[in-house]
């Protein structure tokens, strides 16, 4: 069984920072791609940020310059770091892993529990 646990999230008020970590635990061979995604009430999930194996990262337009996505690959865990927040942050936020459980078996997508992030004043 693969888990992916996420941990950070809060209230905080505008300009505020939070840093949001997702450990990945259980049978696991290797991981590809991490990342996060958030859905805000009554909007669709969004994209917010990648991280390749090798370290390559993207972000969406609307968080470039303010969100810094990383990953320990010795601990399986990744890390959201988010300044400069505003109230259009405010949102679930849901890591997300492509890994093999197993040498053989196929790439499959994990996602955590998701964790609410609230900016507000």
């Known amino acids: 069984q693969v888990q992916l646990v996420e941990s950070g999230g809060g209230l905080v008020q505008p300009g505020g920072s939070l840093r949001l970590s997702c450990a990945a635990s259980g049978s696991i061979f290797s991981i590809n791609n991490m990342g996060w995604y958030r859905q805000a009430p009554g909007k669709e999930r969004e994209l917010v940020a990648t991280?390749?194996?090798?370290?390559?990262?993207n972000y969406a337009d609307s968080v470039k310059g303010r969100f810094t996505i990383s990953r320990d690959n010795a601990k399986n865990t990744e890390y959201l770091q988010m300044n400069s927040l505003r109230p259009e942050d405010t949102a679930v936020y849901y890591c997300y892993a492509n890994l093999r459980a197993t040498l053989y078996g196929p790439p499959d997508v994990y996602w955590g529990q998701g964790t609410q992030v609230t900016v507000s004043s």
């Open positions: 991280i390749t194996s090798g370290g390559s990262t």
